[in-house]
């Protein structure tokens, strides 16, 4: 993936190979096939980690992203940068979601 895209224009879809359900306030991922080595076999999300599993859709960029999560909870745009790079990286690193090269 080229270095010149800056972090936040980057845009995100997620890995067909992974299924989720909202219950109560929370998402399960659940990897569809066996991928991953050791015992994880279910990723649970909160309510914030859910709305961006939502957002992530190979339009919106992480940026816009983030913008509609400052509409949406209470946070400062910091705060809310740092998380949702944290988690963006950890999805990313499990490969429930991989960046568009561009």
Partial sequence: MPTNIPLLEKQ????????SRKIADEFLLIPVANQLNG????????EVGGRIWELIDRERSVQQIGQ??????DTTPGQLEEDLLRLLGQLQELGAIEAIAE
Avoid: G, T
């Avoid at 995100?12 to 299924?19: D, P």
């Avoid at 015992?39 to 909160?46: C, G």
């Avoid at 509609?68 to 909870?73: A, Q, R």
């Fill in 12 to 19: 995100y879809f997620r890995n067909e190979q992974f299924i």
């Fill in 39 to 46: 015992d994880h076999w279910l990723f649970v999300l909160n």
């Fill in 68 to 73: 509609l999560l400052l509409e949406e909870f």
